[in-house]
């Protein structure tokens, strides 16, 4: 597919074959867009399959001479592979990597199983083909800024990012701990799982991490009165902003805009210009 040409949308009306495949033809992708979990993650689903059966055909693509990919309903699969099944319906559709990976994580989307880490490596990964982040919100069916958001949950540590996985941390705390230095937010995760702190709580936690770490006294810098306060917050139209008020002279302070890539940087230009 030539470059930043957009692939068709995953409900694009197009020919699709629906049958029966015997589950010993499917395979199941290599980089899935769901984390996959163990065996207690499918137990439940297998038991629903049990009695109602499988409601809502798996997709798959072919892969070679009586194989299929399986692109969405890869825990359909691994249920009906427990309950010893022979067969499994089937829609099949040709489609590009590109167009499987789309599939595959607005069909989870669409169903809520997608945890915010899941949901930010496959926008990641849309990225890698070239695709904006405005094209690739209007594909998802989000907010640019939430693409945005998402993408910098990238920069967390590792032990945060598998809090965020775990539902242990929000969505909302993800975005403020994305913001700070990887040794505060780890140190702010921790406290957020011990504390149950809420996103606001967290977000008043930050605010004083970075106070006093202002207040600290640097030998490499020359010391300076009036240090900020640093807030981040977001606006109604979707843009990031970092507030930091002098401590020192009420009513004076910067407000600053971070952006993490071009295409970032592009479309917040444009929304303050009023063209987006």
């Known amino acids: 597919m030539p470059h930043g040409q957009r692939p068709p949308a995953p409900d694009a009306e197009r020919v699709v074959d629906v049958r029966n495949i015997g589950l010993e033809s499917l395979v199941l992708a290599d980089d899935p867009v769901r984390t996959r979990g163990g065996a207690d993650d499918v137990a439940e689903l297998a038991q629903s399959i049990r009695t109602s059966g499988i409601i809502e055909p798996i997709v798959v693509r072919p892969s070679g001479q009586d194989r299929y990919e399986v692109v969405a309903g890869e825990r359909r699969a691994l249920a009906a592979r427990s309950l010893e099944m022979a067969t499994v319906p089937c829609m099949v559709r040709e489609c590009s990597d590109e167009e499987a990976l789309v599939i595959g994580i607005v069909e989870n989307l669409q169903r809520s199983e ?156 444009n929304v303050l210009a009023g063209t987006s």
């Open 114 to 269: 997608l945890n915010p880490m899941d949901r930010a490596r496959g926008i990641h990964r849309l990225v890698g083909y070239g695709r904006s982040q405005e094209d690739i919100g209007a594909t998802l069916g989000m907010a640019q800024s939430s693409v945005a958001h998402h993408l910098r949950l990238l920069s967390l540590p590792a032990e945060v990012a598998a809090m965020i996985e775990q539902g242990q941390l929000s969505m909302g705390h993800g975005k403020i701990l994305a913001a700070l230095a990887p040794e505060d937010a780890a140190e702010l995760a921790d406290e957020c799982v011990r504390d149950a702190l809420s996103v606001r709580e967290l977000e008043q936690r930050a605010s004083q991490l970075s106070a006093r770490a202002d207040r600290t006294p640097n030998p490499t810098r020359p010391a300076r009165g009036d240090k900020p306060i640093r807030e981040e917050r977001e606006l109604s139209n979707g843009v990031v902003v970092i507030v930091k008020a002098k401590t020192g002279s009420p009513g004076s302070g910067k407000i600053e805009i971070p952006y993490y890539s071009e295409e970032e940087k592009a479309w917040t230009l």
